[in-house]
């Protein structure tokens, strides 16, 4: 397993849709999704889709186990969503490339799921509370969707000048560190 860098936004490749695993799930997949899990708990994060660590293709993972609980990874593998409630609800999101930004973002409460996991077969879940808002929020990354894009254009610009900012800064601080 390996750590892998996290893109940040505004990056143009967090923008890109990610295309599907074709045939079966491969020792190949499985490399990437054990790196993705430990870049996730280094981070720290809940979730995280491939995109981020730089691989455009439809896979996620995740663990929503509480802190002092065993940990619970799980893994997503061309997801999709087959149902989603009328029902919305909102819920304070944040994101590992987008850091430091947290907003209100309204979704389907309930949603039903299709998708392969880490051995390759397929599953029917429902999800609902936490779940239901992570796995949203990383579908959407595989579509080059940031939770930035569900608010008010004002609040996305002020949040993209306060992430260009910070990137500023940083590469400014690397400079100074000579
Ligand atoms: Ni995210």
């Known amino acids: 397993m390996a750590l892998r860098p996290i ?3 505004p990056d143009p490749r967090l923008k890109q849709k990610s295309a599907p695993v074709e045939g079966p ?3 190949a ?3 990437l999704m054990d790196d993705m899990l430990e870049t996730m708990y280094a981070a ?3 979730g995280l889709a491939a995109i981020q660590v730089g691989e455009p293709v439809r896979i996620i ?3 929503l186990a509480r802190e002092g609980e065993p940990p619970a990874p799980r893994y997503f593998v061309n997801p999709q969503i087959l149902w989603a409630s009328e029902e919305t609800q909102p819920y304070e999101e944040g994101c590992l490339s987008v850091p430091e930004i947290f907003d209100e973002v309204e979704r389907p409460a309930r949603v039903k799921l299709r998708y392969r996991n880490y051995s390759g077969d397929e599953v029917e879940e429902d999800a609902e509370g936490l779940f239901a808002v992570c796995i949203q929020h990383e579908m959407d990354h595989l579509e080059g969707v940031l939770f ?3 608010l008010s254009r004002l609040k996305r610009e002020s949040a993209l000048r306060k992430l ?3 990137k500023k800064d940083a590469a ?3 400079q100074h560190r000579l």
């Open 25 to 27: 799930v491969t020792d």
């Open 7 to 9: 893109l940040i936004a």
């Open 164 to 166: 260009k900012k910070a």
């Open 29 to 31: 997949h499985r490399a």
């Open 172 to 174: 400014e601080t690397l």
């Open 44 to 46: 720290p994060g809940i």
């Open 61 to 63: 993972v995740m663990d």
């Open 148 to 150: 930035l894009d569900h």
